[in-house]
């Protein structure tokens, strides 16, 4: 039997205390799953369940819709984890799934739904909404950027991904990422316009 | 600022998004969903433990298969061995009967649980309840969980119900005029002061009579912010159904609504075992 070995991986999640790492429990998991033991999935989700929804929600930009892709993508992967190579990484393989709900929930996305925003507001009232609207005009830019840009942008920023790794998850090449992330970004300043030339 | 500047300050607008917190109970929504289910097993390939039947291997037992087949056609097939011709028919009588489909109890738990449950009694010897439960347009848009979550809500089922709710969707520009309607409201709701009444009385006198009506409504505005509902109203087969005052009646019963309290009652949804169900009780 063949080994690979997995580096484990850390996601830095931009806060302190928000990390997810891949490592072996993954691949344990996994494997008492496949043996019948459906609870040990519960910490799959646990696991990557925040990061995912991350990711689902800064490619969609609505909450309903991130939390059904993002759900919709773990059920999936249950139900496919027969399908999983132990010698990649989980969560790469999870997230090739939830993109492909992100783009069933893009294209299935009714006309004059409205989305609501759920961006927090902040203690102080005048700051607190200063944030939000320039989080608001980030998400929207974000939002409105081609599928393909907004993959990579989203993945690289929000999932932390290598270029290896998106790669992987978008189905492309490492070079092509690697173009379509510096495109991503500069159609990302010019949307932002001010709030990218504001110290 | 230079360019490196502002690559770096866009990078900080990008950390400044942060993260996302999925909604409370969202772990607990995908065991829920997958309770009961197994994951699909694994074949493992020849020499790692297991067995798998290769294309070549599947096309060469084919061709045996249609060799042998053409050998007994041109030659004939083998006679019964005398005395053993009448043995078929006296085993028959021990053979057991076929499983029929409806034996076969298939998919999640606790969707059986719900229908050997009271409450699926109930509902069962309620017409009303067996019609509405019966009913494509709104059987579909219970497949959402959100929104049998949200039927669980009085106002909502009131709501769900108002004339002035299915008037609005029934017409296209009325609906667009709510969609942009909430959306300044929830502009509006981030500033949050009593500046802000003013303001949203003022923003609200160019709309519509009918969409003032329900931006007055703050259970209305809170409901309709649920993509769950928005959905269901755009749907016309679903405002069709709730329009009917038997399904009004059955979608207020203390037994509708502890079904939409209940895992398995979406489970037997889904799985169209509560539709199986119906029509055998």
């Known amino acids: ?199 | 600022m230079t360019d490196m500047q502002q690559d770096d300050r866009l990078t900080q607008l990008l950390d400044e998004l942060g993260p996302a917190e999925p909604p409370a109970g969202f772990a607990r929504g995908v065991m829920t969903r997958i309770g009961g289910e197994r994951p699909a097993v694994r074949v493992l390939p020849f020499g790692k433990g297991g067995m798998v039947m290769t294309k070549k291997v599947m096309l060469g037992l084919a061709a045996a298969a249609a060799v042998i087949l053409a050998f007994f056609t041109v030659r004939g097939f083998p006679t019964v061995d005398r005395g053993t011709e009448g043995t078929i028919g006296a085993a028959k009588k021990y053979e057991a009967p076929q499983i029929a489909a409806a034996d076969v109890k298939t998919g999640d738990a606790s969707a059986q649980e719900f229908l050997q449950s009271d409450t699926f009694d109930k509902l069962a010897k309620d017409p009303a309840a067996r019609a509405l439960l019966s009913d494509p347009g709104f059987v579909a848009r219970l497949h959402d969980q959100k929104l049998a979550d949200a039927l669980r809500d009085q106002n909502v089922r009131d709501m769900l119900r108002d004339p002035l709710i299915a008037r609005i969707f029934s017409d296209d520009a009325l609906q667009s005029e709510l969609s942009r309607a909430l959306r300044d409201e929830l502009a509006g709701n981030v500033k949050g002061a009593a500046a802000e009444a003013a303001l949203k009385s003022n923003a609200r006198a160019q709309y519509s009579s009918a969409v003032r009506d329900v931006l007055a409504r703050e259970n209305y505005r809170s409901a309709l912010g649920r993509q769950a509902i928005w959905a269901a109203l755009s749907d016309a087969n679903f405002r069709q159904a709730l329009s009917r005052a038997d399904y009004a009646a059955a979608l207020n019963s203390p037994a509708m609504i502890a079904a939409f309290s209940q895992a398995g009652f979406q489970a037997a949804i889904r799985s169209n075992a509560m539709a199986s169900a119906l029509a055998a009780h």
């Not at chain 1, 929804?53 to 059904?68: P, Q």
């Not at chain 1, 759900?71 to 090739?96: C, H, I, M, P």
């Not at chain 1, 927090?120 to 607190?128: F, K, L, N, Q, S």
């Open chain 1, 1 to 199: 039997m063949r080994f690979r070995f997995v580096r484990p991986r850390v996601i830095n999640f931009f806060e302190a205390g928000v990390y997810v790492t891949q490592n072996a429990d993954d691949i344990a998991f996994v494997q008492q799953c496949r043996a019948g033991d459906a609870a040990a999935f519960g910490a799959l989700v646990e696991r990557y369940q925040r990061v995912l929804f991350t990711v689902a929600m800064r490619m969609l930009g609505d909450y309903d819709e991130a939390t059904d892709a993002a759900q919709n993508a773990f059920v999936k992967a249950y139900r496919r984890l027969d399908t999983f190579d132990e010698g990649q990484r989980f969560f790469s393989w999870l997230y090739r799934i939830l993109l492909n709900e992100c783009l069933n929930a893009q294209r299935a996305r009714r006309r004059l739904e409205p989305l609501l925003d759920t961006v927090a507001v902040d203690a102080d009232p005048a700051r607190g909404l200063e944030a939000v609207e320039r989080r608001r005009a980030v998400q929207n830019a974000i939002s409105a950027l081609p599928y393909d840009l907004r993959v990579v942008i989203v993945l690289r920023h929000f999932g932390d991904l290598s270029y290896d790794e998106i790669a992987d998850a978008a189905g492309t090449t490492a070079a092509i990422v690697k173009s379509r992330l510096h495109t991503a970004r500069q159609k990302l300043g010019q949307m932002l316009g001010d709030l990218r030339t504001k110290p």
